[in-house]
């Protein structure tokens, strides 16, 4: 059925139950009046070919979500927009290669408070309870299955195979250049949300020496990677994270000669910290923490790392030629012919390929559509002294984000606009939490994001809104209901 292993895996799908499922759930939205009815004031069209109040740039799991919680915002005139093809959203089926999620199954995602929306609905519909509790984690593909479902069901407004490559500001709007099957258009909005994943405000993070090898010896586990091309070659996954070791597993399932997990680190990190105080406490009152403490927190999680699972390390220790290194940061690489060669205090590895597992940064002078708004967007460098001891450059390149997510300017009033340009990537993270990038939390994020926006829409029209209070003449009552009479 998939690449992943499930209790479900050879179960029938069950589809009248899915189509039952699907009857509850248009029950349950009826009943929550979903969607709610429109009340945003128009945008006037000038010269754009099509208006939105919202679009959101990206359509994987947030923006699907975005999506969801402004139509019961009654925030209907939005869209969603992905360079992917339908099905292909975000990193599920692509660029990530666990064979599970790392998230419990209990956890919601974008569920939106609505049971007959779980995904657990979604399975135990198909494949019935006893699977339910049988299932130890989630299939990756498995969940992709789930969202895709979740965006039919739901009848979401998204556009496939649409790329945003550039946004300005004009006047009172927002004017996207995009290119799709439909050749250029220019879109208008009033808000634009960047639900654009891990990378979605800057790119890869890659070592300096990764300068001294050419482009054709390495990839970073955000690439699109020709595993079956690297059959039979030695490989060097450089980094002690999930990814590295998931991206390890998948070239000796493919048949690499050997792979060498390098890790910086003297040993790979044992716990998950922040793990430690999930709470709703965390979502819901991180962002209104003090700075100094939002930076503490973080700082000190990113110190000690976050572990791979076990079952990811195990992935690649299982295969006789899948090797793990401590305590080999990389002093030096050189490429001669086919072979690259690393330095490390622990010794020379000589390999055929190299595989990056070193993250991402932020940097959105990176994002070509962000050209107009890059230079002036406030930084936690710009805002926050840390003190000496907890000094990092990575935090202190993040947004300083606002209440719903969006930028702020660095030079005030240089920059029309982009107090309506909201961060709903992960890089958001220190500012609201992890509210927009991981499944804990997703609805939490999405619903901050549309209440923010219905609020900021009634106060940017309160003079409609007061013309329409006073032009609003239906009467509750006719006055016919009573006989004004004498008192006796």
């Known amino acids: ?73 009654g925030i209907q005139n939005s869209v969603a927009l992905d360079a992917a093809p339908a099905g292909l959203e975000g990193p599920w089926v692509t660029t990530a ?23 657990r609905a979604w399975y135990v519909a ?14 990756r593909v498995m969940w992709m299955d789930y969202l895709r479902w979740y965006r039919d069901v739901l009848d979401l407004p998204v556009r496939n195979d649409v790329r945003v490559e ?6 009172d709007r927002f004017l996207l ?42 990839a970073h586990t955000n690439d699109d990677i020709d595993f079956e091309g690297l059959a039979g070659k030695r490989i060097a996954v450089i980094g002690a994270g999930a990814s590295a070791f998931d991206n390890a597993a998948v070239a000796l399932e493919s048949g690499a000669a050997e792979v060498r997990v390098l890790c910086r680190r003297p040993d790979i990190p044992r716990i ?20 100094a403490w939002k930076w503490r927190c973080l700082h000190y999680n990113d110190t000690c790392q976050t572990p791979p699972p076990g079952t990811s390390i195990r992935r690649v220790t299982d295969f006789p030629n899948g090797h793990v290194h401590t305590g ?11 072979e690259v060669t690393i330095e490390t205090p622990r010794g020379t590895y000589v390999c055929d390929y190299l595989i990056f597992g070193t993250g991402f940064r932020f940097d959105p002078k990176l994002r070509p559509e962000l050209d107009k708004f890059a230079d002036n967007i406030l930084t936690w460098g710009d805002s926050f002294v840390p003190p000496p001891s907890e000094q990092d450059a990575a ?3 993040g947004p300083y984000l606002g209440p719903m997510f969006e930028f702020r300017e660095r030079r005030a009033g240089a920059t029309p606009g982009l107090d309506r340009l909201h961060c709903m990537n992960y890089a958001a993270a220190l500012s609201h939490g992890k509210l927009t990038g991981d499944i804990p939390a997703v609805t939490q994020g999405a619903n901050r994001f549309a209440q923010g926006v219905a609020s900021a829409f009634l106060a940017e029209d309160i003079d409609h809104f007061y013309a329409r209070l006073q032009a609003f003449d239906t009467p509750d009552v006719d006055g016919d209901e009573w006989i004004d009479e004498p008192l006796p």
Request: net charge negative; aromatic share 6%.
């Open 328 to 338: 080999c940061p990389i002093l030096s690489m050189t490429e001669e012919g086919s």
């Open 1 to 73: 059925m998939h690449d992943g292993q499930s209790p479900a895996e050879d179960a029938a799908v069950d589809h009248d139950s899915l189509d039952a499922l699907e009857a509850q759930l248009r029950r349950d939205l009826s009943y929550l009046n979903y969607p709610a009815k429109n009340w945003v004031k128009p945008l006037t069209p000038s010269v754009e070919d099509e208006t939105f109040d919202v679009v959101t740039v990206g359509a994987g799991m947030v923006g699907l979500a975005i999506a969801v919680a402004l139509r019961r915002e």
């Open 272 to 291: 998950n910290k922040l793990t430690g105080i999930g709470s709703p406490g965390i979502v819901h009152g991180w962002y209104f923490l003090p700075d």
């Open 126 to 139: 198909q494949f019935g309870a006893a699977a339910w509790e049988a299932l130890e984690k989630i299939e």
């Open 395 to 397: 935090l202190a390149s």
């Open 177 to 218: 250049d995009t290119v799709g099957p439909d050749g250029n258009k220019l879109i208008a909005a009033r808000r634009v949300a960047l639900a654009t994943g891990r990378d979605g405000l800057g790119g890869s993070s890659l070592p300096p020496e990764a300068r001294n090898i050419g482009s054709t010896r390495w």
């Open 166 to 171: 550039a946004i300005r500001w004009e006047g």
């Open 97 to 119: 290669r666990m064979r599970t999620l790392r998230s419990p199954k209990i956890l919601l995602g974008p569920a939106m408070g609505i049971g007959s929306l779980t995904f």
